[in-house]
């Protein structure tokens, strides 16, 4: 696994240019339930991610025993989810995850700023803690050029 991240556009241009070539990925995995199960949604995610790369759009419990199961051999995998709670039920399911990055989560109605490409609500907060109680390093990277930061340390801090 060479990345995990949270991007609630899923695949779009950061995604498939430069993360993607940057990590020299072999396969993309959406793990989102809505995705898998929209084939319109599905159909948009093939066209946005690059051709040399290959793509799964899978309900999250799924991604998470296929990986178990080491379905993918050697492959450079791009783990991708549409938000923390996504995250949260990958890892209950036995997915394995060390470190999650948080990419853009938008505004949304009651949520607050923790970077300028991520905002969060409350609820969202008390996920994000449930993950790192787990032990999983949650870091906050727009692109790979940037530097990683501690997104817990940053989220508590603009409380």
Request: aromatic content about 6%.
């Amino acid at each position: 696994m060479v990345n995990t991240r949270i991007d609630e556009r899923l695949i779009h241009g950061q995604v498939a240019g430069i993360w993607s070539t940057s990590l020299d990925t072999q396969r993309i995995i959406v793990a989102n339930d809505e995705a898998a199960s929209d084939p319109l949604q599905k159909s948009s995610l093939r066209m946005a991610a690059p051709t040399s790369m290959r793509l799964s759009v899978l309900p999250i419990a799924e991604a998470a025993e296929n990986i178990c199961a080491g379905k993918y051999g050697k492959q450079r995998l791009f783990l991708l989810f549409k938000n923390p709670a996504d995250v949260l039920r990958f890892i209950e399911a036995g997915g394995p995850i060390d470190t999650v990055n948080v990419g853009n989560m938008s505004y949304k109605e009651g949520a607050r700023e923790v970077t300028k490409s991520i905002q969060v609500l409350e609820n969202e907060e008390s996920i994000f803690e449930a993950i790192a109680s787990k032990g999983i390093n949650v870091t906050a990277q727009l692109v790979p050029n940037d530097p990683a930061i501690d997104f817990m340390k940053k989220m508590k801090s603009k409380n």
